[in-house]
């Protein structure tokens, strides 16, 4: 038997005692422009043994009291973050897993208003009706509870289904699309590639990180390098970096990159972009290996040394 359809086997077979939630996970799932924070926690339930059975991260955290990682921490009756944190302090603020937040007009306030009475009074019936027919003690099953801090929920929901099942589908990336996601149940849920590179990066998970970037690799085109490029996530990772100057260089002479490269160089001069002078760099060594291949050899670097040594000392 496949070794993810045994782990899923004895998932079912707790299940049906009730043992199948250790650990509840809640992380941030909605992104506030306005407010410059993400907000509306939403939370995922989890079986520590299959997570820590593909996961040496896993393995070490959920058994570190307090936890080795300063992003995820306990999460009792109430924490502090509960309502919502910066993007600054989320440490990822275009991450395309997290959904934006919707204007609310007038209109939408006075049908949410109504909403919450009609709800406020099903909620009282409900609980009478509980109270009247509920028969013996009910089974109270502990599990901890989990705030992490910086990924959001349809990352981290991916990364526990793929510890699951072996499974991993990516989403678009949102300089190809913005069509909507659409999920169910009987599949994998879609992520961002650049969301999960972040992630299984974090978490060292070199399967999944293989994977992700794979995925934005296959999502590069000329019609949307050079705005990945420019984008933060290319700033922190040089394997992303590396990729995407390779994937430009296969495209300089389309027309889109032609006429769009010059814009990338002004972002650049005009100190617009962090990791600017990094993309200046690749590119050139880029542009020396197609048409001085001999130059950035070992040898020519050698003899180069040699050469400075002595000229130094003369």
Known sequence: MPGNQARINALLRKSLIGELIDTQFYLFSVRSKREGNVTNLQALFAD???LTTGSEYFSSLLSENPFNDSTVVEFQDYHTCEGGISLDEYGYASDSDLDEEEEETDEDVQD??????????????????KDF???GAQRIIPSRRVLVMDTAFNTWRALLDYLYTDEIVFAPLRSQSKSARHHSLSGA?????KSMYRLACKIKHDKLQAKALAAIRSSLTEHNVLR????????RFPA???MEIEILFQNIVTPTVMKDFPMLI????SAGLPHGADILTKLHERMLKQHY??????EAALASEKYVDMYMNC
Do not use: H
Request: aromatic share 0%; with cysteine; hydrophobic share 30%.
């Open 48 to 50: 520590d043994e299959a």
């Open 112 to 129: 949410n208003e109504r909403c919450a009475g009609v709800s406020a009074e099903r909620v009282s019936r409900t609980a009478s009706i």
């Open 133 to 135: 027919t509920t028969k």
């Open 189 to 193: 849920p879609p992520c961002s590639p």
């Open 228 to 235: 990945e490029l420019s984008s933060s996530l290319t700033s």
């Open 240 to 242: 992303i970096l590396e």
């Open 266 to 269: 002004q972002r650049i001069a």
């Open 293 to 298: 291949p001999t130059i950035l050899s070992p």
